[in-house]
């Protein structure tokens, strides 16, 4: 049976389709899965900004809350790079029950830290990547993974996976064992 949903945003130059296999990994767990393509990316039309994918996410999220597709509350935010930096900041929008970032790009912080946020980090990722990573979870209050922060939707962890890259994270049966 399901026990929510997982939204799941891709990097850049990427779209659902390479998100497939992290949307396999939520679904295991009994999530029901959306694959959002980015403005001019995959099949969805327009031109790509930044901005422009912030507010179609925010647009995205608020049409599914409305039309009582999901709950805010056993929704999970998700994204790889762009897709992980854009999960991130919609804490700021949208208040969820978790948040996955695989490699997530560099990024200002956001103004609310998400609720149970998971960085996947891989070896080979950038310098301004990892850098970004560990301010983010300092940014969070550190590591902090009790049964009770997960209660109060403070949990907060990452992890580094060696030897993997950016990109390899997304097809990495070690990622979704975390």
Do not use: C
């Not at 779209?15 to 396999?24: S, W």
């Amino acid at each position: 049976p399901q026990t929510g949903v997982a939204i799941v945003f891709h990097g850049l130059s990427a779209n659902r389709i390479l998100m497939q296999g992290p949307g396999r990994w939520l679904a295991a767990q009994g999530l029901r899965v959306y694959l959002a393509d980015a403005p001019g990316h995959g099949d969805t039309s327009g031109h790509f900004s930044y901005a422009g994918t912030l507010d179609s996410s925010i647009r995205v999220l608020s049409e599914l809350v409305r039309s009582g597709q999901i709950d805010p509350q056993t929704t999970v935010l998700a994204g790889h790079s762009m897709g992980g930096e854009i999960a991130i900041r919609l804490a700021d929008y949208f208040p969820s029950a978790a948040t996955l970032a695989l490699s997530p790009a560099p990024m200002v912080l956001p103004r609310r830290m998400p609720s149970n946020l998971f960085v996947i980090s891989a070896q080979f990722d950038l310098p301004p990547m990892k850098s970004s990573a560990e301010k983010l979870l300092r940014s969070a209050g550190g590591e902090r993974i009790s049964p009770e922060d997960f209660r109060q939707r403070r949990a907060a962890d990452r992890i580094m996976l060696p030897w993997a890259s950016h990109t390899s994270l997304l097809f990495d049966a070690r990622a979704s064992k975390a």
